[in-house]
Structures are given as structure tokens and as C-alpha cells.
């Protein structure tokens, strides 16, 4: 009986003894890319962002004519974060639910924020495309590299920032601040400089880290070479980071212009 292994192979099938003409041939083919793999590459990660984004961008425009959905769109866009950043295995219509959720939230605080500062959005968006475009390059370049030292650090100023984020809006919204637009990001340090252009500039550099720390984990998968499915959890992470750098920008030209 001839062996199946044999026998199925191309170079063997039927009997005949393959030519050194269609051995070399056979030597000569590329190897099977990742993607034909069914594994993580980052071509693949990069088309299931845009697909993302593609998705914000289409929520976006509902919520920036619809501005009210802004607020549900945060809270359901906030529930599905956590879900999707706990779940052990991505789940595709769980993170695309976040990406239009997250659209209609973009979409409303943009409006409203074009409203009483016009042109800001645009200035937001060249910002965090500006960033993030500086960070892909310093990361593929190899001079900006996540660090054990430097995530503790991350990690340290993430609360903080939390803590001081629900603190403002408590003190806000029980009348402490009065009538501070931002709370106590509008209060002057030094006598001049709002707290919150202080600290929007600390955050936007937190928020160009968490970038680094995407890219890494993109880069471990690829290396790893874990499922394709994978490349939606680093989309995924891509567009909280994204999102967030935009908002940071948002309020950051927002008090400046403020307190012009």
C-alpha cells in the first residue's frame, strides 16, 4: 500500500517520481504567511482597526447631529469596555458594540464642544493623529520601548489621575466649584496657568505611553504568533487609546482657549 503522505503530495501523486525541475519548484515557493496561517501579523490587526474606526466614524455623525446620545453612548460604550477588556477570548460583536457606542459619544461631546469653541474639533483631531503618528514612528524605530519601570510608573499616574478626575466632578456637581467651567482644572497655578493645561499636557504624554504599551502587546502577539482573532483585542485597545487621547485634546484646547 503506498503511503497517504506520500501519495497527497504533489511530488509523489500518482506514482511518478517528481522532476528536479518541479522539486526546485516546490523548493523555491514562500512560505506560508501569517495570515494564511490563520495568526496574528499586523497588515491584519491595521484592516480590523479601520474597520473600527469605520464604525466610530459612522456613529459619529449620528451622535454629532443627535448630541444627547453623547451621554448614553459614554455609559454603554464605558459597560462594554469592561467587558471586553476582562472577556479571555475577544469577542468581534462585543468590541464592534463598543466602537459605535463609542462613536455616538464622540460624536455628541464633539458637537457640543464645536458649539462654544468653534474649530476645536478639528484642532483635536491634528493633535491626536500628530501623537499618535510621532509614537508609531519613535516605537518602530526602536527608540521608545515600554519598560517595567516606566508602566509602574503609568500605572501610579493612572490612578492618581482617576482619583482626581471623580474628586473634580463630585466637587462639580455639588456646586464646591462654582461657576469654574472645568472645575478644578479652571483654577490659575502660578496665577496664570490653569491646572488643567498643566495636567492635560501630563495626561496627553500618559495617554502617548498607553500607545507604546498597545504597540508592544500588538508586536508580543505577532511574535507569539497567536490567532488571528487576536488582532481585534489590539484594535480594540488601539481605539480606547485613540479615543481617549482625542478627549484629552479636547479639553486641553478647551481651557486654553478658555482662558484666552
Do not use: C
Not at 523555491?28 to 473600527?52: H, N, Q
Not at 468590541?95 to 469653541?117: C, E
Not at 527608540?143 to 500605572?155: D, G, H, P, Q, Y
Amino acid at each position: 500500500m503506498a503511503n497517504p503522505a506520500l501519495s497527497n503530495n504533489p511530488a509523489f501523486k500518482n506514482g511518478d517520481v517528481a522532476s528536479a525541475v518541479e522539486l526546485q519548484d516546490l523548493y523555491e515557493r514562500p512560505s506560508a504567511t501569517g495570515s494564511e496561517m490563520g495568526r496574528m501579523t499586523y497588515e491584519d490587526t491595521a484592516v480590523k482597526t479601520v474597520v473600527l474606526f469605520a464604525v466610530l466614524l459612522a456613529t459619529s455623525a449620528v451622535g454629532w447631529f443627535v448630541p444627547i446620545l453623547a451621554l448614553p453612548g459614554a455609559i454603554v460604550g464605558f459597560v462594554l469596555a469592561m467587558v471586553n477588556t476582562f472577556k479571555r477570548e475577544p469577542s468581534v460583536p462585543l468590541i464592534v458594540a463598543y466602537a459605535a457606542a463609542q462613536g455616538l459619544f464622540v460624536g455628541g461631546i464633539s458637537a457640543i464642544f464645536n458649539t462654544r469653541w468653534d474649530g476645536i474639533v478639528a484642532q483635536a483631531v491634528l493633535g491626536t493623529f500628530i501623537t499618535f503618528g510621532v509614537t508609531l514612528a519613535l516605537f518602530a524605530s526602536g527608540k521608545v520601548r515600554a519598560s517595567k519601570r516606566a508602566t509602574k510608573i503609568f500605572l501610579i499616574a493612572m490612578v492618581g489621575y482617576l482619583v482626581f478626575s471623580l474628586v473634580n466632578v463630585g466637587l462639580q456637581l455639588f456646586g464646591v466649584t462654582g461657576s469654574a467651567e472645568f472645575g478644578l482644572r479652571s483654577y490659575p497655578v502660578f496665577g496664570v496657568i490653569p491646572l488643567g493645561a498643566l495636567l492635560g499636557v501630563l495626561v496627553i504624554l500618559m495617554a502617548a505611553y498607553a500607545l507604546v504599551l498597545d504597540f508592544d502587546q500588538i508586536q508580543q502577539g505577532v511574535r507569539r504568533g497567536l490567532p488571528a482573532k487576536y488582532g481585534w483585542t489590539g484594535a480594540f485597545g488601539l481605539m480606547v487609546t485613540i479615543v481617549w487621547l482625542y478627549v484629552e485634546f479636547l479639553r486641553l484646547i478647551a481651557i486654553l482657549r478658555g482662558s484666552n
